[in-house]
Nanobody, 115 residues
């Protein structure tokens, strides 16, 4: 098992930047894949970006070129750098770890993009 704790959300103006962090309760070196998902009010949870254990990344079309996912295995931490934010990026962002067929989720952090 692994527990995940997100941080770094907040209110930002359009075109601004935010950086999210996800601290894991144990080593993430061997975790198959980690990722960020988001859920806006009234919508289903959707994939934002994932990163595999060999640092292979995958992004949703809507964030490609604006968001960057990285993992620091030494610090047991997953990151999401978000640039050029748009109002439609407003959502609760969740950290995810997928390992041995099981999904683990953080509690989420709110990101609001507004004037």
């Amino acid at each position: 098992q692994v527990q995940l704790l997100e941080s770094g959300g907040g209110l930002v103006q359009p075109a601004g930047s935010l950086s999210l962090s996800c601290a894991a309760s144990r080593s993430i070196y061997s975790i198959d894949a980690m990722g960020w998902y988001r859920q806006a009010p009234g919508k289903q949870r959707e994939l934002v970006a994932t990163i595999a254990s060999r640092s292979i990344t995958n992004y949703a079309v809507s964030v490609k070129g604006r968001f960057t996912i990285t993992r620091d295995n030494a610090k047991n931490t997953l990151y999401l750098q978000m640039n050029s934010l748009k109002p439609e990026d407003t959502a609760v962002y969740y950290c995810n770890a997928f390992n041995w067929g099981a999904n683990y989720w953080g509690q989420g952090t709110q990101v609001t993009v507004s004037m």
